[in-house]
């Protein structure tokens, strides 16, 4: 299978492309007050009393779903493809991570640099599962290969839907210096950022109170981390590694759903379009994905979103080799997706 880079892609795609793909998709942002003021109107009836309390789990999924929606948004806000300038790009990046409590300057070092930069490198990308020797060698790895990671026909690994992007988020906070994603000042800065996001949080459990707070953001963490994990895992968890050349279609899987939920996702799933044009708005995902289909057609992979998330649970958390999964504790391998040339 022979590995191609980014640029053999972009220099064919990208003359193809409207011009406009290549501005800033503004009016994404419009997302923001919407998802805001749901969050806000729910948080109230709750926190009154003005709503039963037997629709209060209701409102807990409709609050989570606009948490992973304002997350979407923020992806795409940290990427420079809706605001430009480095402090609007944080100021309003910190906002849409604030789910999380996801500093915007460690996700930019994390995600946009390295991940981006090393996807499916042994040893660089900080989002790839564990190869044999990595869980051999290091107990973390064995851990999370063997309880968390979604997969092995495991029920406890959907824990790893349920937090998933809340653990990463603050392994990586905390481990940013070790793991060479940040240095001290842009770490003292993160800490900051994260800091703010928990000061936040506890004001908003001091207005509306104890109960009403699981309602209104505990709960509603769980669905957002189910949301965004089950795009995140699928995005990559199941393709081959590439440790020496950084292919988008060998390493990345594009995900469909019914056009309604990709709109309200932000087209979110059209990731292997995403690592070929990383600053061009996922609006444009769909005409990315058709120039891909056009010219590499042996090359892209795309499944739905239910297909891929079936597919992880039943496979190896653990890469024996760079195109096979393997689920150490009994041996049962499971081939990892690659083009077909």
């Excluded at 292919?247 to 469909?256: E, F, I, R």
Aim: one cysteine or more.
């Amino acid at each position: 299978m022979e590995l191609r880079p980014i640029s053999s892609y972009t220099k064919v795609i990208r003359p193809l492309l409207p011009e406009e793909s290549f501005t800033p998709a503004r009016s994404r942002l419009l997302w923001l007050p919407i998802h805001i003021a749901v969050i806000a109107t729910l948080a109230w009836t709750m926190a009154s009393r003005e709503l039963p309390v037997a629709l209060w789990p209701v409102a807990s999924i409709v609050i989570g779903l606009s948490l992973s929606g304002i997350t979407f948004l923020g992806h795409e806000v940290l990427h420079g493809q809706i605001v430009r300038g480095k402090v609007l790009i944080r100021t309003i990046g910190w906002v849409c991570m604030l789910p999380f409590t996801l500093s915007p300057t460690l996700w930019t070092s994390w995600h946009n640099r390295v991940h981006h930069n090393h996807t499916a490198n042994v040893g660089r990308d900080p989002d790839m599962y564990p190869t044999l020797d990595e869980y051999k060698e290091q107990a973390a790895a064995r851990i999370m290969a063997d309880y968390f990671g979604l997969g092995g026909k495991r029920w406890r690994s959907v824990l790893s839907l349920m937090f998933g992007f809340t653990g990463q988020s603050q392994q990586m906070l905390w481990n940013a210096q070790s793991l060479g994603i940040m240095t001290a000042k842009p770490h003292r800065r993160a800490l900051l950022e994260f800091g703010l996001g928990v000061a936040f949080w506890v004001g908003v459990a001091l207005l509306v109170g104890g109960v009403p707070f699981i309602f209104v953001y505990a709960i509603p963490l769980v669905v957002a981390n189910i949301v965004v994990m089950s795009f995140i895992l699928t995005n990559h968890c199941l393709s081959a590694l590439t440790p020496h050349v950084n292919d988008p279609l060998v390493n990345s899987l594009s995900v469909t759903l019914p056009r309604f939920l990709e709109w309200v996702s932000l087209d979110f799933g059209y990731h292997v379009e995403h690592h070929v044009m990383p600053t061009v708005s996922n609006r444009h995902g769909r005409v990315i994905r058709a120039a891909l289909r056009e010219h590499f057609a042996d090359r892209y992979q795309s499944m739905p979103l239910t297909s891929a998330l079936r597919q992880l649970y039943i496979s190896g958390r653990v890469y024996r080799d760079d195109t096979t999964l393997i689920e150490p504790r009994d041996g049962y391998t499971h081939p990892a997706l690659r083009p077909s040339a």
